[in-house]
Nanobody, 123 residues
Framework: HVQLVESGGGSVQAGRSLRLSCASS????????MGWVRQAPGKEREGVAA????????WYGDSVKGRFTISQDNAKNTVYLQMNSLKPDDTAMYYC?????????????????WGQGTQVTVS
């Protein structure tokens, strides 16, 4: 049973930073492709970042490149999303997601497991 629990969301002013955490059950973080997906009201889900469990290779959406960093701590079974220089357009519900392997694409529909989400609001 895969369980993903996000935390760290909140309301911040533009230009500030937030760090999201995704705690997983078992050794998911070290064996599965982990990603972050966001969805703003009235918009489609958008793949934000992903990290490969083996190589540690990372992928980012164009809208967050240079501002967001995905990382993982295998010992803690946790994935992080460091978000810097936040903009109002980053306002969304952020979901942690997992799939068997990283395809190099950030398509939300390719993930098999999802957390409940954490809200990020930037004003």
């Amino acid at each position: 049973h895969v369980q993903l629990v996000e935390s760290g969301g909140g309301s911040v002013q533009a230009g500030r930073s937030l760090r999201l955490s995704c705690a997983s059950s078992g050794s998911i973080v070290s064996t599965m492709c982990m990603g972050w997906v966001r969805q703003a009201p009235g918009k489609e889900r958008e793949g934000v970042a992903a990290i490969s469990p083996g190589s540690g290779r990372r992928w980012y959406g164009d809208s967050v490149k240079g501002r967001f960093t995905i990382s993982q701590d295998n010992a803690k079974n946790t994935v992080y999303l460091q978000m810097n220089s936040l903009k109002p357009d980053d306002t969304a519900m952020y979901y942690c997601a997992a799939r068997g392997y990283c395809s190099g694409r950030l398509r939300p529909d390719e993930y098999n497991y999802w957390g409940q989400g954490t809200q990020v609001t930037v004003s």
